[in-house]
């Protein structure tokens, strides 16, 4: 019998649509720190299909394809979606990242509910948020400043 979901598999993947999946291998590894874990190349040398891996976190992607709906954010008017990542250390791995040449949308703050986070888009645009979880705070004390 199969494991489903295969071993070292979480049960929920993002999976990114980029228009230049090789690029961004590069790109995530140098600026974020991911690990190459598996790519699949198409019939014309590029890569329709590969994997990437943060901790104990997974990220598949491939090409931007029409056909199947999947686009980049550069093909949209907007991002229609974020991925939220924790990282042990969140003022170095934004050290790092800026260093880096990610384009940053949220300088490090701490927020409401105990995380402290920036913000930052890939090099298609992708919106990514890096947190560290600094404090634990209760559903009943979690409340927007101004509340």
């Known amino acids: 019998m199969v494991d489903n979901p295969p071993k070292d598999m979480p049960r929920i993947t993002p999976y990114l649509h980029y228009q230049d999946v090789a690029a ?7 600026v974020y720190g991911f ?3 598996f790519s699949m190349p198409d019939p014309n040398g590029g890569i329709m299909h590969a994997e990437m891996s943060f901790a ?6 491939g090409p931007v394809s ?4 999947g686009l980049s954010p550069r093909d949209l008017p907007g991002v229609n979606q974020g991925l939220y990542v924790y990282v ?10 800026r260093e880096a040449g990610a384009r940053i949308t949220t300088a490090p ?5 105990g995380d402290r986070i920036y913000a930052t888009r890939d090099l298609e645009g992708h919106q990514w948020t890096f947190a560290q979880h600094v ?4 559903p009943e004390d979690m ?5």
């Open 24 to 30: 961004a291998l590069e790109w995530l590894e140098k």
């Open 35 to 37: 690990k190459p874990r």
């Open 56 to 61: 104990d976190g997974i990220i598949m992607m």
């Open 66 to 69: 029409r056909e199947h709906g």
């Open 88 to 97: 042990d250390d969140v003022g170095r791995h934004y050290e790092h990242a």
């Open 109 to 113: 703050e701490t927020m409401f509910w």
């Open 135 to 138: 404090e634990d705070v209760s």
């Open 143 to 147: 409340k927007p400043p101004g509340t």
